[in-house]
C-alpha cells in the first residue's frame, strides 16, 4: 500500500512540476534574450510572494518527486531495504528541500 500511495505521490508532483519547468524555462528564455543582468533579475524578484510561492512550490514538489525516484533507485540498484530505505528517502528529501529552500529564500527575501 505504502508503495501505491508512493506512485501515486510521484505522479502528482509531476504533474504540478510541469507547468512549473515550463514557466521557469519560459521566465529564463525571456529574462536572457532580454538581456537582463544578474542584479537586475533579483531586482525583480526582491520581496516578492508571487515568486517566493511559485518557486517554493516548485522545490516542494521537487524534493518529494526525486526522494521517491532515488528510493526506487536504492531499492533496485543498491539493494537497500527496510526502515533504512525510508531514512534514506527521507534524509534525502529533506536535504533538498533545505537547498532549494535556501536557494528560493536568498533570491526572493535575502
Known sequence: MLDLRLYMLQRITALLMAPLVLVHLIIMIYAIQGGLSTAEILGRTQGSLIWFLFYGTFIIAAAIHSAIGLRTI??????????????????????LFLLGARAVWAVTYA
Do not use: N, Q, R, Y
Not at 536504492?74 to 539493494?79: P, Q, S, T, V, Y
Open 74 to 95: 536504492a531499492f533496485e540498484w543498491i539493494g537497500i531495504k527496510g526502515p533504512l530505505l525510508t531514512v534514506f528517502m527521507l534524509a534525502v528529501g529533506l536535504t
